[in-house]
């Protein structure tokens, strides 16, 4: 029985892909029980020719199956893997990005560690940051230095992070007696599921009287970002532990927000850096995610903390990034949709108020 899926969904990704693909080559896992699938969401550079050509040394190299799909229309990254997960056939699926560089222990660290317990829905891997410089020929060197993300930790104000992001790791957030740690949720760039975590968490959307019934994983609204976020919570509602495993090493090229921030200056900054577009969208979707999947009581509890986040962040919008309130009306259009999915959401939910609770620091 194969047991792992590899399934990339790639947009333009010419600079990354064959980096990525000679990491997925040098996997020591046996590659006759890796499945691989590739979704392009409509490249117009290179992207396809360079992935052909590399078919050969994949099918070469015993992977069963391959399969590249090109898609006409751009379907966004979660979307575009709900697409191929209906092409996996695997016990685990590993939904990764392209200008991620997997170590080659990645996959038989990962399965070795979620095979312990039926209870993990997730893994999160110890991602490191890398430049693309540090993938050229004569400069090859990815370091095990500087953190891109250990997983997702959120606070009572709501405030979602990445984990030691921008921080020199000095095994500061390993566990103490090794192995793995629970965290709050798995971040987006190399997340390695149990397949059935992913299947207990799909939802019906709401249809007319002549529509035919559909379902979502991802959210399907949310089109770029925060789906993650988004995902994360329900597993934790619907019971699924979500894990970080230090021994599962990848390196990410993240686009934006590359280093720490230290004070206002550094969060401004920060966000300039990241396109207007995405901006809006993590604006929308972040109060997409909390109206689905937030108790109420929780919030309650942590109104204080909430409501002062939420007006300094209007405030620095108002005047430094009006543009972002050009989302206001998309999300007035969408939130009778989304109360209907926190109904659905809520009804099927088998962890409480006070063990979500636990997670807001």
Excluded at 264 to 271: C, E, P, S, T, Y
Aim: with cysteine; net charge positive.
């Amino acid at each position: 029985m194969l047991k792992v899926t590899i399934n990339l969904v790639v947009l333009n990704g010419e600079k990354y892909i064959r980096h990525f693909l000679d990491a997925v080559l040098a996997q020591t896992y046996p590659h006759e029980l890796i499945e691989f699938n590739i979704l392009d969401n409509g490249s117009l550079d290179n992207t396809i020719g360079i992935i052909e050509n590399f078919k050969f040394k994949i099918l070469n190299s015993k992977f069963p199956k391959f399969d590249l799909v090109k898609s006409k229309s751009n379907l966004g990254m979660w979307p575009g893997q709900e697409e191929l997960l209906k092409r996996s056939s695997c016990k685990y699926v590993l939904a990764v990005a392209v200008d991620v560089i997997l170590d080659k222990d990645f996959i038989k660290n990962a399965v070795e560690v979620m095979e312990r317990d039926e209870k993990i829905g997730a893994l999160q891997a110890k991602i490191y940051r890398y430049e693309l410089t540090d993938l050229q020929p004569t400069t090859y060197n990815l370091q095990p230095t500087i953190i891109d993300t250990f997983g997702f930790k959120i606070f009572k104000s709501r405030r979602l992070v990445n984990m030691g992001h921008g921080e020199k790791d000095i095994g500061q957030y390993d566990p103490p007696s090794g192995g793995s740690v629970e965290i709050f949720g798995v971040e987006g760039a190399a997340p390695f599921f149990r397949k059935s975590a992913l299947e207990s968490c799909r939802i019906p959307l709401p249809t007319t009287h002549y529509q035919l019934p559909t379902n979502e994983i991802f959210d399907h609204d949310y089109f770029w970002y925060g789906d993650d976020f988004d995902l994360a919570w329900r597993m934790n509602l619907f019971g699924w532990k979500q894990i970080f495993a230090p021994a599962v090493i990848a390196w990410h090229d993240r686009q934006t927000t590359k280093t720490l921030r230290k004070n206002w200056m550094d969060f401004i900054r920060i966000r300039r850096e990241v396109p207007m577009r995405k901006r809006g969208l993590d604006w929308r979707n972040t109060r997409f995610t909390i109206l689905k999947n937030d108790y109420i009581i929780n919030i309650l509890k942590d109104l204080p903390y909430i409501l002062k986040r939420e007006i300094m962040l209007f405030g620095y919008i108002l005047i430094f990034e009006p543009r972002v309130l050009s989302e206001v009306p998309n999300f007035l259009r969408f939130f009778p949709k989304m109360l209907r999915k926190r109904r659905e959401i809520m009804s099927r939910a088998k962890v409480g108020p006070n063990e979500i609770g636990k997670w807001f620091s």
